[in-house]
C-alpha cells in the first residue's frame, strides 16, 4: 500500500509498504479514499510540533470503504462508506464517563499524536466509524470533520433561529460555521482580510461581509448588529482576535474561544459580569458526526463548494507546497487515493 509520511519539515516522502493487520475485537480496516488537509496538518509540515514525533503519517479528516471487520464491530460490514471521528481518549477516566471525550486528559487526535490516514488502508476502532450514503462522494463525505468542529462550536455556544452572529475568519472552519449557523437560521456577519474568501462567504448565506483591511470590525458589526451580537465566534484562533471579540457581544451573549494561542488576554472581567457574557472554549468535537450527516443528507451545509482543489496522494508534497504559496482563493485542499 501507499503510505505518505512527513519525515522531515517541509518533506513528505510516498512509499510502499505491506498492510497485513487484521482487526481486533471492535475494529475495522478501512481502505481511505479520500482526506482532506486540515490546517493542523499544514502546521506540522511547515514547522513542526513539539507532540508530534517523525516520521508521521499525517490526516485525520478522511472518508473510505470498510473491508474487513473484527468480531463485535458496531454493526459494520465490508462495504460500507463511512467516515472517522478521530478523536482518541482513554474512555474510562471521569472527563470520558461523564461524556466529554474530547478533553480527556490523554486525548489524542488519529494523525497527529499517532498515525493517520495519509495512508491506503487503517485500522479503526469501529465506535468512531459512521457511514453516509450513496449519494456523497469520498472528498465531500471526508469533510464531515471540520463541520463536526463547527458543530461543537455551535453546540458550545448554544447558537439557535435568529442569534445575531459574528464569525471572524472565512477560512475552512469559518465557512463551515457559517454553513451550519446559516443553516439553523441565524443572522450571520463574517469577516476576513480576503475578499476571495468573502465571496464564498456570501455565496453561502452570509448576511454582511466585512473585509477588515478596509473596515473596522466594530464599527460595521455595531451598524450591522446594533448593541451586538448573540454569538461571536473566532474560527483563526488567535488570542488578540478572541480579546476583540468580547468587545462585539451583546447582554448575554456567548463567545467561543477555539484558540490554541498560548499568548495571553487582556479581557477586563467588568466586560464579561456586566453583559453576563459566556466564554465558551471549543475543542475538537463531542460526538457530533451524526448530527454533521443529518446536515449533508438535509442539504443544510454543502462542502463540496468548500473544496478548492484535489490531489493524487503520489502529488501531496506538490499539495503541501502549494498551499505554502498562500492563494488567498485556497480554502480546502483533498488528497484523493
Known sequence: MRVAKLTEVQKIEVTEEVFNKKPARGQAVVQVKAAGICGTDFHIFREGRADVELPRVMGHELAGIVVETGEDAAGLKPGDRVVMDPVISCGHCRTCVSGHENVCEDVKCFGVQMDGGFQDYIIADARRLYVFPEDLSFEEAALAEPFSVASNI??????????????????????????????LGASVLISDIEDKKLERAAAFGADRTVNTRREDLKEAAESFFPGGADVIIDAVGASALTQSAVELAAPFARVAVIAFDGKPMEIPPVYIT????????????????????????????????????????????????????????????????
Open 154 to 183: 455551535l453546540w458550545r455556544t448554544q447558537l439557535k433561529a435568529g442569534d445575531r452572529t459574528v464569525i471572524i475568519g472565512a477560512g475552512t472552519i469559518g465557512l463551515a460555521v457559517l454553513q451550519a449557523a446559516a443553516g
Open 274 to 337: 456586566k453583559k453576563e457574557l459566556t466564554l465558551a472554549g471549543s475543542r475538537m468535537n463531542c460526538g457530533r458526526f451524526p448530527e454533521v450527516l443529518q446536515w449533508m443528507k438535509e442539504g443544510k451545509i454543502r462542502p463540496k463548494e468548500i473544496i478548492t482543489a484535489v490531489y493524487p496522494i503520489e502529488e501531496i508534497q506538490h499539495a503541501f507546497e502549494e498551499m505554502m504559496k498562500g492563494d488567498s482563493a485556497s480554502v480546502k485542499t483533498i488528497i484523493s487515493f
